[in-house]
């Protein structure tokens, strides 16, 4: 166990429902990401989160929401998905970028495998 | 655009062997590379951190090395056993944000008892 968890496992929905994955973390980090890993692409990051704050949007479709209510849990809302929105999604946690050693690594959770009917 | 690729894509050897996996980026301007496992099912597990300054790594049995001007990391497993099967993830991080992990496809690795 890493400290990461993630629920569900495993999600299957339509195009047309609303869905949210959890992600928390036990390590007392500051820094949370979202990464999305497709079938035969390279894992991509999606989001990161500083004490809260969302410092990074790769580029996501706005039909993937995210929300970090506190530096322990990072939710990502789901609406309106694509089937080729069906892949890993992977949560991880780390120090902040402001906090000491804030190069180390980061810890992820064993994923939520999506699946867009 | 940094690029991370990982050669072989799979690779499948008899226990025991000693075995390299290859990594190689475009940009050279990185802050560390990490090397990961995936397990089928499992999230990523961090195997071996390289600060930019660094030159190699040990843990174990494990040994990554990063020669960062010609864009190359190696990741050296000796004496293979069959729990070291898994997929091997190489990823990089810039200067200008380190938290920004730019991954490669990976190497599946299969280990043979």
């Known amino acids: 166990e890493t400290g990461v968890t993630q629920t569900p496992r495993h999600l299957v929905m339509g195009m047309t429902n609303k869905k949210s994955l959890k992600c928390e973390q036990h390590?007392?980090?500051?820094?949370m990401y979202w990464y999305k890993q497709s079938a035969k692409k390279p894992l991509e990051l999606m989001f990161v989160?500083?004490?809260?704050?969302?410092?990074e949007n790769n580029s996501v479709p706005s039909r993937f929401s995210p929300e970090c209510p506190n530096s322990s849990h990072l939710f990502l809302h789901l609406h309106t998905l694509q089937p080729e929105d069906s892949a890993l999604y992977l949560c991880a946690s780390s120090r902040a970028i402001r906090e000491p050693r804030s190069q180390e690594t980061q810890y992820f959770g064993p994923g939520t495998r999506l699946l867009v009917l | 655009k940094q690029e991370v690729t990982q050669i072989p894509a799979a690779l499948s050897v008899p226990e025991g062997e000693n075995l390299v996996l290859n990594c190689s980026f475009t940009d050279s301007a990185i802050y560390n590379l990490q090397w990961f496992r995936q397990d089928p099912g499992k999230g990523l597990t961090s195997l071996l951190l390289?600060?930019?300054?660094?030159r190699e790594q040990t843990s174990g049995r494990l040994n990554a090395s990063l020669d960062k001007s010609s864009g190359r990391s190696t990741l050296y497993i000796a004496a293979s056993q069959p729990g070291d099967s898994a997929t091997y993830l190489c990823a990089v991080s810039a200067i200008q944000g380190a938290q920004k992990l730019v991954f490669g496809q990976g190497t599946r690795l299969t280990i043979n008892p």
């Open positions: 989160y500083n004490f809260k704050e969302q410092t």
């Open positions: 390289i600060q930019s300054s660094q």
């Open positions: 390590l007392g980090h500051n820094a």
